[in-house]
């Protein structure tokens, strides 16, 4: 890439000492023009004696100043390629970090990144992302009570996936058509005060009880005074 100038230096008042303010000039006008087209000028007066030197030095220039722009542009194109691979870095230590935040975010799951097609153009790569939604026809009560668990779940370092969601919801959606909404809710506040990770669907509507304690024969506690005389009389027999 051509510059906008070239280098003017000290010595060259030594160089042209013995010129007039004319020659002079005209040694002027013709290095900007050598310098900026490469058309060697055409000098009659004595400044032609000391064109030559002038000329190599702006050759000079211009090839240490091609070599300085190369190597800049390698430089650049290593800088971009390190960067490209920190930010990439970045992102995957994001995604698969433990502790992830609260708040607006929770229930997100981002899939695992690949590295950037060539590695080299400095592109971030694209990462989709599935936000795990609360299925908005659902009573308020149940929404209320998934929500809290998938923060729940958040807080135990388990969020969910799509899939995972999926079935919950289904699960969520069965369970209050055959038990009703309020004993859904009641089994995942249930399961979250026992700190369990996951809802304990079988102890749904307190089924899970009534099958422990199965109703048992009691023995009387008191006996009426005919009940009492037979059991005696039974004794002297």
């Known amino acids: 890439m051509a510059r906008e100038y070239f280098p003017m230096y000290h010595g060259y008042l030594d160089t042209i000492e013995a010129l007039g303010d ?33 000329r190599a030095q702006i050759d ?56 950037p097609p060539g590695g080299d153009d400095g592109q971030k790569p694209e990462i989709p992302r599935v936000k795990m939604i609360v299925p908005p026809d659902l009573p308020e009560e149940v929404q209320d009570a998934m929500t809290r668990w998938k923060r729940y779940k958040a807080e135990r370092g388990d969020r969910y996936k799509p899939v995972g969601w999926s079935a919950l919801c289904a699960r969520v959606r069965g369970m209050m058509e055959k038990h009703g909404a309020a004993a859904v809710v009641d089994i995942i506040n249930a399961s979250m005060a026992s700190g369990y990770s996951g809802i304990t669907w079988d102890r749904i509507g307190g089924s899970a009880r ?20 037979r059991m005696t009389r039974g004794r002297e027999t």
Do not use: H, M
Request: contains cysteine; glycine residues 12%.
């Open 22 to 54: 004319a020659e002079r000039g005209r040694l002027f006008t013709a290095c900007l023009q050598y310098s900026k087209t490469g058309t060697v000028p055409e000098l009659s007066g004595n400044e032609r004696y000391v064109w030559p030197g002038i």
């Open 60 to 115: 000079r220039d211009n090839a240490n100043y091609e070599v300085k722009c190369a190597k800049n542009r390698a430089n650049g194109g290593q800088r971009t390629l390190a960067n490209a691979s920190e930010r990439y870095r970045t992102l995957a230590n994001a995604t698969q970090g433990k502790g992830k935040g609260k708040g607006e975010g929770e229930g997100e799951y981002t899939p695992p990144l690949t590295p």
């Open 210 to 229: 009534t099958q422990q304690g199965a109703a048992k024969p009691q023995r009387p506690t008191s006996y009426d005074l005919t009940e009492i005389e």
